[in-house]
């Protein structure tokens, strides 16, 4: 089996129920936040101004190996 990508491991680092803003080629964090308009407007901060978004969840369980 193969290893998962390095974004997965950074993803799990983030704190539960966070917003993160992703590059939008999902390669790298650009900016997470416990509100999505603060992760929208780090995210524009950085540069990016059209971020993947999602929200970490409460418990990752078997998300992630």
Not at 3 to 12: C, F, N
Not at 18 to 37: G, K, M, N, Q, R
């Amino acid at each position: 089996m193969s290893e998962p990508p390095a974004i997965v491991e950074e993803l799990a680092r983030v704190p539960a129920n966070f917003w993160v803003a992703l590059t939008p080629d999902e390669s790298a964090i650009v900016f997470y936040a416990p509100t999505l308009d603060e992760a929208i407007a780090g995210a524009a901060e950085q540069g990016v101004a059209e971020p993947l978004l999602l929200k970490t969840p409460e418990d990752w369980g078997v998300l992630i190996p």
